[in-house]
């Protein structure tokens, strides 16, 4: 049987997620990260529509579009309070 965790204190949330975009933005702060990136968008519908008539194939480009968004903005700094935000309500998807 599988034991739930306990949830994280906001402290500890927010030193996490400070660690966490930390090490985005060491990955995708490099040369090699920003080429990688760079082509993530171009295949991710970031710089183009993400339309398509069938509406499957819309959810599927709307995915990638927005794994690619999370990765640009977890490399990107952010103030202070709002990561503190975030870690209080829960947006490092633990």
Request: positive net charge; without cysteine; charged residues 30%.
């Amino acid at each position: 049987m599988e034991q739930k965790q306990k949830p994280l204190q906001p402290d500890k949330k927010l030193e996490l997620l400070k660690q966490l975009k930390e090490d985005y933005g060491r990955v995708f702060g490099t040369s090699e990260g920003k080429r990688v990136l760079e082509d993530l968008q171009k295949s991710a519908f970031i710089h183009k529509t993400s339309f398509n008539v069938d509406t499957h194939i819309m959810a599927f480009n709307e995915g990638a579009r927005t794994t690619v968004l999370h990765v640009m903005d977890m490399a990107m700094p952010k103030p202070k309070e709002q990561l503190k935000s975030q870690a209080i309500k829960g947006g490092d998807n633990e």
